[in-house]
């Protein structure tokens, strides 16, 4: 038992809506399904209809994470050879109906649900419901990003707002709706499956829509600093992160965060991790081999200077959530449009703006990530859960941040962890990242003037140590480029401590203490 269930999410209304549902006897999986659902109604900038879903889901006494990868297939048209003989020689980043997959999130919530849900889920989705359909005050952030949705078909409630002016959002109320009477097929095989099949003129079928888009599989975990760690395995990126952990904890890294050679190692541990995550990440790919490589990684690193690596490094529309009931259930949950809006196109008859998660798909011809019929694409999407040796739960972490989510989160547990901070303390201090590209999405597909990006208010022994290393630094402004990160924390006594990031200006924790 914990002394209390706790929601940490970039909104209030998505915060008070999980903890409203833990505060009425539901679980942390009933909570994050609640609190999702008006994610997608609250901030579709960050996360809509449209978009995917990876959850870890910590169960006292259960010995593995159950993991769930709730991410989209590509249509039945997809056509590679289509794109290259247009002149493609990436997928299209915005503006092209073939960048979308079909969403995930909507199945991942009946997966979720199926496996360990207490609550029905019409109930659970009935808070987003309410506020769709009576409206709340708009955020500055989401009155700012509606703006560039000026013209699109299907956006038209998103456009024109006004920070603190109501908004509402009735095809939305009304789609949701669908789902909780009808469950999945509801959604997929209901208005907005058949506006997806029409306005994609051959590019996704019915029976497209039909595949579930959701699959329980096996997590990742390694050993680092006295704890085990678990994230997603591919298509997530979630390797990333236990590949640098596990290469941070064979070095000397120092307890002191502000030490130039923290920033370094961490650095370097990123980019060894990293650098030829082009090839080796795909739908499927087996990285045992990689994770098991940590140690001559390592190796490569010296506290004096840049390693090279076979290809230079170069270098969102995400939402991270973290979850806790009283009864110790955890839930690591990230939804994501990919780039914002992603495509920026809606299906029009709904009003449901679609990802743009197939541009981690490549065309490569005969690359596994190549862009094809039912493939999954790379995903950025790092849930993260670390237990320890007992396997009781220590922390439920993760962030929004493209490409930077496994440096960031491998920051805020290195500072955790090794560095014996507060959870607070460790989300609110400066962060550096590895250059992401113009996207946010080309940190290891390019090469730029700058190696590294530092976060404003970074100590400045980081800029100077790196550069004395042989890295090209630059400052970068504090916010949402560097995540939207939020932890929670449970110490061996059962005492909670959940934080959301200061980095949004909405971020919220909602607490529900524990009665039992």
């Not at 400045?460 to 400052?475: D, I, M, S």
């Not at 970068?476 to 959940?498: R, T």
Request: glycine share 14%.
């Amino acid at each position: 038992m914990v002394d209390q269930g706790v929601v940490c999410s970039v909104d209030p209304h998505v915060s008070r809506a999980g903890a409203d549902v833990l505060a009425n006897g539901g679980n942390a999986v009933d909570a994050a399904i609640a609190a999702g659902a008006v994610l997608t109604v609250v901030a579709p900038h960050l996360c809509g209809l449209g978009g995917d879903l990876f959850a870890l889901v910590h169960v006292p006494g259960e010995p593995v994470p159950a993991y769930l990868n709730a991410s989209g297939r590509a249509g039945s048209g997809a056509d590679a050879e289509a794109l290259r003989a247009e002149g493609h020689t990436a997928m299209p980043f915005r503006g092209d109906l073939r960048s979308a997959t079909v969403p995930g999130v909507v199945d991942g919530w009946f997966a979720l649900h199926e496996r360990y849900g207490t609550k029905p889920m019409a109930e659970l989705l009935a808070p987003a419901i309410e506020l769709a359909s009576k409206g709340w005050p708009a955020t500055a952030m989401l009155a700012k990003a509606g703006a560039i949705l000026d013209g699109v078909e299907g956006a038209e409630d998103l456009v024109g707002l006004e920070a603190g002016g109501t908004v509402t959002r009735e095809r939305t109320a009304a789609t949701l709706r669908a789902a909780a009477d009808g469950g999945r097929d509801g959604f997929y095989l209901g208005d907005f499956g058949q506006g997806l099949v029409e306005i994609g003129k051959g590019l996704f079928t019915e029976a497209d829509l039909a595949v579930v888009q959701a699959a329980w599989e096996e997590p990742l975990a390694v050993d680092a600093f006295g704890h085990r760690i678990w994230s997603a395995a591919p298509n997530s990126q979630g390797y990333l992160l236990l590949l640098a952990l596990a290469i941070a904890d064979r070095l000397d890294l120092p307890v002191d965060a502000g030490d130039p050679l923290w920033a370094h190692y961490l650095v370097e541990a990123a980019r060894q991790a990293g650098h030829d995550r082009p090839a080796r990440l795909f739908d499927g790919a087996d990285v045992s081999d990689l994770l098991a490589a940590a140690g001559e990684r390592a190796a490569r690193i010296s506290p004096d200077a840049k390693a090279e690596v076979p290809v230079h490094q170069a270098a969102g529309g995400t939402t991270y959530m973290a979850v806790l009931d009283g009864n110790g259930m955890g839930v690591s949950y990230i939804q994501s449009n990919a780039a914002g809006f992603g495509t920026w196109l809606f299906e029009p008859r709904t009003g449901i703006g679609l990802q743009n998660r197939g541009t981690g798909f490549n065309l490569e011809p005969g690359h596994p990530a190549e862009y094809g019929p039912g493939r999954r694409p790379p995903h950025t999407l790092v849930p993260a859960l670390v237990t320890r040796e007992d396997g009781s739960l220590r922390l439920v972490a993760g962030s929004m941040g493209g490409d930077s989510q496994p440096q960031i989160v491998a920051q805020l547990i290195a500072r955790v962890l090794h560095g014996g901070e507060s959870v607070g303390a460790a989300v609110s201090a400066p962060r550096w990242r590895l250059h992401p590209g113009e996207t946010g999405f080309g940190t290891w597909t390019g090469v730029y003037e700058t190696d590294v990006e530092l976060e404003d208010g970074s100590p400045e022994g980081w800029g100077e140590g790196l550069r004395e290393r042989g890295f090209a630094v630059a400052p970068a402004a504090a916010g949402s480029g560097f995540g939207h990160a939020h932890l929670i924390e449970i110490d061996e006594d059962g005492h909670v401590e959940g934080v959301a990031d200061p980095r949004a200006e909405t971020g919220t924790v909602g607490v529900a203490p524990n009665r039992g």
